[in-house]
């Protein structure tokens, strides 16, 4: 009864490094989401994919990248961080388009 | 594009009273869903409610119901019976419809603060 694991569950970064977030799920969905929280924001989408192999643009993609070469698994990644990049990330699937999503515990990273 | 507009960033209500948590969205799509979920202060994300824009009866979940309003696009949330348990973030979300790049997207939120 995983769900939706999101690694790691923090990170400090120092400008200019990248990382890469990972995201499994193991309740076969086929839609997954990248989200940054920032207070006063809500939940802003990064990117998202609707199935393996697929990938699109959220509101705010500038600066990440995404890849989805297997189902259950959404990778996350920041080439060069930003402290603008500091929030934290949560990660999300969802069977269809109008089932609940499934939320991983989310990833608070700090750029520095 | 669609939106979610949450116009109330914080509510106070009183133990065992009812409360009504505001959501409007904006969208050209006749087909959609609407979803209510809490973020107590350990930060996890909780699904409590789902709407489907074709669905005629308001849904409800235990001592959570939506109040759909189609012609008004709004999907307002009822905790009726407010319990200390759920003082937190309440987010409302929405998702277009089937066949088309889904995007599940959220609101800025309401903190709700429940006091005895």
């Known amino acids: 009864n995983a769900g939706v694991t999101q690694t790691p569950k923090f990170r400090v970064l120092k400008t200019g490094q990248s990382m890469t977030l990972l995201c499994a799920q193991d309740m076969n969905h086929e839609y997954m989401y990248w989200y940054r929280q920032d207070p006063g924001m809500g939940l802003r989408l990064i990117h998202y994919s609707v199935g393996e192999g697929t990938t699109a643009k959220g509101e705010v993609p500038d600066g990440y990248n995404v890849s989805r070469l297997k189902k259950q698994n959404f990778l996350l990644g920041l080439e060069s961080a930003a402290p603008s990049q500091t929030s934290v990330y949560f990660c999300?699937?969802?069977?269809?388009?109008?089932?609940?999503?499934?939320f991983g515990q989310g990833t608070r990273l700090t750029v520095v | 594009a669609q939106k979610i507009t949450q116009t109330q960033p914080g509510m106070f209500v009183q133990e065992k009273e009812a409360v009504t948590l505001d959501c409007t969205y904006d969208?050209?799509?006749?087909?959609?869903?609407l979803f209510w979920y809490k973020q107590p202060s350990s930060g996890e994300m909780i699904f409590l409610i789902y709407?489907?824009?074709?669905?005629?009866q308001n849904a409800t979940e235990g001592r959570y119901s939506l109040n759909f309003q189609k012609a008004r696009k709004s999907a307002n949330l009822v905790i009726s019976a407010s319990q200390l348990g759920d003082s937190a973030m309440y987010f409302c979300?929405?998702?277009?419809?089937?066949?088309?790049?889904?995007?599940?997207?959220f609101g800025t939120g309401t903190r709700l603060q429940v006091t005895l």
């Open positions: 979300a929405m998702t277009r419809p089937v066949g088309t790049a889904s995007k599940l997207t």
């Open positions: 999300a699937s969802t069977y269809t388009e109008n089932t609940e999503a499934f």
């Open positions: 969208t050209s799509d006749q087909s959609y869903g």
């Open positions: 709407q489907g824009s074709y669905d005629e």
